[in-house]
T-cell receptor, first 118, second 116 residues
Framework: DTGVSQNPRHKITKRGQNVTFRCDPI?????LYWYRQTLGQGPEFLTY????????KSRLLSDRFSAERPKGSFSTLEIQRTEQGDSAMYLC????????????????FGPGTRLTVL | AQKITQTQPGMFVQEKEAVTLDCTYD???????LFWYKQPSSGEMIFLIY??????QNATEGRYSLNFQKARKSANLVISASQLGDSAMYFC?????????????FGDGTTLTVKP
């Protein structure tokens, strides 16, 4: 069983550059989530998809962030005009939402992409 | 809005002993799920255990058990027979328990150190 994969694992960029991260979920999972985690804190929700539909986006997310899941499989998260405050670990998770909810929506995480903005 | 509080920034336990990691939550949703994750220094979040708000019994998964007290809004994780490999960050999280829900809300975590 292949878990959630994320690429790249590390990204160093200069302020003002655009970056794009990719997430490949567990193959049968219909939901995909993006979180951001800074040192010493828990993951903070950014956005999630059910199949190809983006169902929720955090109000904390600026317009510089955009996410897509064009065919309901992999997803990309793009950050435009990066700022030093964007430096964080970006986590992707996937789940299989079922009618009864509950444990079926347990999220399984990838290894994350660590972004450093210089 | 949902909120998770983990009041123990760091905990120490002797190898082979049991340890309890505290988690309290706040929500107005009648149906919800509570999760615990482990995050080793490698960074990957590992799912440990799930408790549904309407589950009658406390969840158990091997050495992990969840002490769920609904009236007190607490969902403490108990790790029995601690091992050196249990040293990690532990996060409590909550999700709304229906098919239209998505995001989970996480606490700020507890760092557990197992001493030999």
């Amino acid at each position: 069983d292949t878990g959630v994969s994320q690429n790249p694992r590390h990204k160093i960029t200069k302020r003002g550059q655009n970056v794009t991260f990719r997430c490949d979920p567990i193959s049968e999972h219909n939901r995909l989530y993006w979180y951001r985690q800074t040192l010493g804190q828990g993951p903070e929700f950014l956005t999630y998809f059910q199949n190809e539909a983006q169902l929720e986006k955090s109000r904390l997310l600026s317009d510089r962030f955009s996410a897509e899941r064009p065919k309901g499989s992999f997803s990309t998260l793009e950050i435009q005009r990066t700022e030093q405050g964007d430096s964080a670990m970006y986590l992707c998770a996937s789940s299989l939402a079922v009618a009864s909810g509950g444990r079926g929506d347990t999220q399984y995480f990838g290894p994350g992409t660590r972004l450093t903005v210089l | 809005a949902q909120k998770i509080t983990q009041t123990q920034p760091g905990m120490f336990v002797q190898e082979k002993e049991a340890v309890t990691l505290d988690c309290t939550y706040d929500t107005s949703d009648p149906s919800y799920g509570l999760f615990w994750y482990k995050q080793p220094s490698s960074g990957e979040m590992i799912f440990l255990i799930y408790q549904g708000s309407y589950d009658q019994q406390n969840a158990t998964e091997g050495r992990y058990s969840l002490n769920f007290q609904k009236a007190r809004k607490s969902a403490n994780l108990v790790i029995s027979a601690s091992q050196l490999g249990d040293s990690a960050m532990y996060f409590c999280a909550m999700g709304v328990d229906n098919t239209n829900a998505g995001k989970s809300t996480f606490g700020d975590g507890t760092t557990l150190t197992v001493k030999p």
